[in-house]
């Protein structure tokens, strides 16, 4: 297991279309994370699943914003009716629920909305 | 609401300097967590230091080590005999212990070491 990855690194929409997000976690990690990242800034945390519930959501995540975890291992983000303003760097993180352990983050997908 | 603040967006180096980047927070906890994140410009976040708040003693990890000032909500990053590869962004994450144990980041710092 090489790490967090996630698919696609860049995606380049239109306003307005759609697009999902896929972020494969470590496989024995429990809890799974999506963070945004705009320019310049520290990532802000959007939702959070342990194993397939989604136990918290950002105020962030808008309707237009959706998550899933399908039987606990990777998740999918999507993002419906793309504004400028959803271009972002999307990371995914992950990590183990005993204790209080170290998040490990993917390289994150760079959405640019035109 | 916990709130992370790094006030020095940015910071320049020679390589073989000892550099400290700045961090403070505010929160209501008693028992939480601190840490440093180092982003280099591939973007992966990966940790560079933790520290847990009942622990008075500072941590260290070889060249990096922490002063955690918990009463001033004060966590300072140093960084001795820096080398080019530290050059990256930083960024301090607060963490409760409780509940979904999300990360709370501060605006980050970006570290230039120079040759």
């Known amino acids: 297991d090489t790490g967090v990855s996630q698919d696609p690194r860049h995606k380049i929409t239109k306003r307005g279309q759609n697009v999902t997000f896929r972020c494969d976690p470590i496989s024995e990690h429990n809890r799974l994370y999506w963070y945004r990242q705009t320019l310049g800034q520290g990532p802000e945390f959007l939702t959070y699943f342990q194993n397939e519930a989604q136990l918290e959501k950002s105020r962030l995540l808008s309707d237009r914003f959706s998550a899933e975890r399908p039987k606990g291992s990777f998740s999918t983000l999507e993002i419906q009716r793309t504004e400028q303003g959803d271009s972002a760097m999307y990371l995914c993180?992950?990590?183990?629920?005993?204790?209080?352990?170290?998040?490990?983050f993917g390289q994150g997908t760079r959405l640019t909305v035109v | 609401a916990q709130t992370v603040t790094q006030s020095q967006p940015e910071m320049s180096v020679q390589e073989a300097e000892t550099v400290t980047l700045s961090c403070t927070y505010d929160?209501?906890?008693?028992?939480?967590?601190l840490f440093w994140y180092k982003q280099p410009p591939s973007r992966q976040m990966i940790l560079v230091i933790r520290q847990e708040a009942y622990k008075q003693q500072n941590a260290t990890e070889n060249r990096f080590s922490v002063n955690f000032q918990k009463a001033a909500k004060s966590f300072s990053l140093k960084i001795s005999d820096s080398q080019l590869g530290d050059t990256a962004m930083y960024f301090c994450?607060?963490?409760?212990?409780?509940?979904?144990?999300?990360?709370?980041f501060g605006q980050g710092t970006r570290l230039t070491i120079n040759p």
């Open positions: 993180a992950s990590s183990l629920t005993t204790g209080v352990t170290e998040a490990f």
């Open positions: 929160t209501s906890e008693n028992n939480y967590y």
């Open positions: 994450a607060f963490m409760r212990i409780q509940g979904a144990q999300k990360l709370v």
